[in-house]
């Protein structure tokens, strides 16, 4: 039978700076240290598997977590709001970065993640606005919504040979970034998607992608260079409007339709690729 430490357990030590997990606990339970606002420093046992969703919601003042090599399982929310944490190391047992774990993280600045991640969720580093360095594995292969909207300071994506998928708005506003190149996997680009990166200069897009989505790299206006993949059959609405630098584009084979926004406010003219 698994132990558990649960909300049930701990809510006596929500004044507390410090604590220590005792040892043979496997599970921190859902919400166990929700909101517990003055802890600072936490100490998790060697034997911990699992931290589930919302464990250390709301933990504004933490600011030193391990996590145990043993874990294999981070929940949703499990970090969300821990404004006080500088830098995370994940365990090499886990496979995927869970929906909002580490948003609005506003003081996160380094993330080590381990090559078993394939996954990063929905808004998992959102409003992270500090964040600069974090080690993607280029085995990844799902980028969720939002993953890393408003990283402020996030100015590298390395190429990762196996994504398929980069969901909406999943580095909007990331104004430092400064250049992506995908692999010929990927499949599926959200909208938004690089929409606000205002430093963005390079884009390598590969794959089998059908459109450039609507507003997928709006407002990017030190953009010069950006190849798109023969599969894409449509440019949508506004997708590099305000490119104040882009001055020509490749034109895919599949190309069929342009919208007539798709190049608003960039030296581009939609009938030069049409």
């Not at 990762?160 to 992506?180: H, P, Q, T, W, Y």
Request: glycine share 6%; hydrophobic share 40%; charged share 30%.
């Amino acid at each position: 039978m698994k132990k558990e430490a649960n909300a049930t357990v701990f809510v006596q030590y929500e004044t507390r700076t410090a604590f220590s997990v005792p040892e043979g606990v496997e599970v921190i339970g859902k919400k166990a240290f929700y909101k517990c606002k003055e802890l600072k420093r936490i100490v998790l046992p060697s034997t911990l598997r699992i931290i589930e969703e919302k464990a250390f919601e709301g933990c504004s003042g933490l600011e030193e977590i391990e996590i145990p090599e043993t874990v294999t399982q981070i929940g949703a929310r499990a970090f969300y709001g821990c404004k006080q944490l500088k830098q995370i190391k994940i365990p090499g047992g886990v496979t995927k970065i869970e929906k909002s774990v580490f948003e609005n993280c506003s003081s996160l600045e380094t993330v080590d993640l381990p090559d078993s991640v394939n996954q990063i969720h929905d808004r998992a580093f959102m409003m992270c606005e500090k964040l600069h360095s974090i080690n993607i594995p280029n085995t990844l292969i799902m980028v969720g919504d939002m993953a890393f909207k408003r990283c402020t300071e996030f100015d590298h994506f390395p190429f990762c040979k196996d994504l398929e998928s980069v969901g909406m708005e999943a580095f909007l506003c990331c104004r430092n970034l400064k250049d992506i190149c995908f692999s010929n996997k990927l499949k599926h680009l959200g909208t938004h998607v690089f929409s606000g990166c205002c430093r963005l200069q390079r884009a390598t897009i590969a794959g089998t992608i059908d459109k450039i989505p609507a507003f997928a790299f709006s407002g990017c206006a030190d953009l010069v260079d950006v190849k798109i993949p023969d599969s894409v059959k449509s440019i949508e609405f506004r997708a590099f409007d305000r490119c104040k630098k882009l001055a020509t584009i490749n034109r895919p084979r599949s190309l069929e339709r342009i919208d007539s926004t798709a190049f608003d406010e960039t030296g581009i003219k939609r009938s030069d690729l049409l």
